[in-house]
């Protein structure tokens, strides 16, 4: 069974920053796919990024530029570094692990998820 914990959520200012972390457990070795997810107050839980065992990124076209994706096999984590944060960036923040090779927006190739991070951007 995995285990995903999500950390780092808080409230922000527009234009700053705020890094997210997603403690895995549970685990035996490091080859898979992880991604984070967001879902704002009455809107479908949408992809924000994804990143695979050799580090191949993906971005959703809303946090390129913006945000990075990184993850720390050693320790079994993985993180979101958040600039330039926007007040629509606001909602709750998951991660999850694939069972694809390269994360994506798919959410039915994703089988575990943590229980996210509030993330509000104010104006």
């Known amino acids: 069974q995995v285990q995903l914990v999500e950390s780092g959520g808080g409230l922000v200012q527009a234009g700053g920053s705020l890094r997210l972390s997603c403690a895995a457990s549970?685990?035996?070795?490091?080859?898979?796919?992880i991604g984070w997810f967001r879902q704002a107050p009455g809107k479908e839980r949408e992809f924000v990024a994804g990143?695979?065992?050799?580090?191949?990124?993906t971005y959703a076209d809303a946090v390129k530029g913006r945000f990075t994706i990184s993850r720390d096999n050693a320790k079994n984590t993985l993180y979101l570094q958040m600039n330039s944060l926007k007040p629509e960036d606001t909602a709750v923040y998951y991660c999850?692990?694939?069972?694809?090779?390269?994360?994506?927006?798919?959410?039915?190739?994703?089988?575990?998820w943590g229980q996210g991070t509030q993330v509000t951007v104010s104006s």
């Open positions: 999850a692990t694939s069972r694809g090779l390269v994360p994506g927006p798919d959410k039915r190739v994703y089988d575990y």
């Open positions: 549970g685990r035996t070795s490091s080859n898979y796919a």
């Open positions: 990143i695979n065992w050799i580090r191949i990124t």
